[in-house]
């Protein structure tokens, strides 16, 4: 499995714009990118996912590079209910290993 | 939207004794899969069950954890003599079969909160 890093926590404030990037430098070709948000006590969710290029949905925009060893996740305008972890993983068989994610916190 | 559900919500057993943590996965996914997440830690991979038996299971998965189908709706997750380091979330997962990434693309129940007093 390729590992990801991404950054512990984000802040930010209604309205704005998020950018979380995630590296995985040894992403293999047959990979997937897919990222999931989880809210305390909840399952997780599964946002997007992109093999290249840029992939958008009503939630989210993932932007990924040639090289494909980087990724990241766009979150547009975001509200206070926006407030989870996002994690990104990589891989394309049946099993999802999550790490720690990225803590968002949305401020008024 | 279709969705997968859990039963109970909350789950309050001594140790040594058997649960069973119940499942309804979305109706056309053939890939199932139990995660579980001890409180402030990641979620962690436990099975995944597919043509009515185990494709993957996790170190965790031991001799005192089964998965079941047992009819056309349910899956279920049985701890044969509960210890009180298995006081956690399980989360239920089930996916498409469909190739191109779709694995990676699960649909999570709300959970079920395991206490083992």
């Known amino acids: 499995l390729a590992k990801t890093t991404q950054p512990i926590s984000m802040d930010s404030y209604e309205g704005q714009e998020v950018n979380i990037t995630c590296s995985h430098n040894?992403?293999?070709?047959?990979?997937?990118i897919t990222w999931y948000q989880q809210f305390p006590s909840q399952g997780p969710r599964f946002i997007i996912q992109?093999?290249?290029t840029k992939v958008t949905n009503e939630v989210a925009s993932l932007f990924i590079p040639a090289d494909r060893k980087s990724s990241t996740l766009s979150l547009p305008r975001v509200s206070l209910s926006d407030t989870a972890v996002y994690y990104c993983l990589v891989g394309g068989d049946y099993k999802l290993s999550f790490g720690a994610g990225t803590t968002v916190t949305v401020r008024a | 939207e279709p969705e997968v559900t859990q039963t109970p919500s909350h789950q309050v057993t001594q140790m040594g004794q058997e649960v069973i943590l119940r499942c309804v996965p979305i109706s056309n996914h053939l890939y199932f899969y139990w995660y579980r997440q001890i409180l402030g830690q990641k979620v962690e991979f436990l099975v995944s069950?597919?043509?009515?038996?185990?494709?993957?299971k996790s170190e965790i998965f031991d001799d005192q954890f089964s998965v079941e189908r047992p009819d056309g709706s349910n899956f279920t997750l049985k701890i044969r003599s509960t210890k009180l380091e298995d006081s956690a979330m399980y989360f239920c997962?089930?996916?498409?079969?469909?190739?191109?990434?779709?694995?990676?693309?699960?649909?999570f129940g709300p959970g079920t909160r395991l206490t083992v007093t």
């Open positions: 997962a089930s996916s498409d079969p469909g190739g191109g990434g779709r694995a990676y693309e699960q649909y």
């Open positions: 040894n992403i293999a070709t047959n990979d997937y």
């Open positions: 069950f597919y043509n009515n038996e185990i494709s993957e």
């Open positions: 992109g093999y290249k």
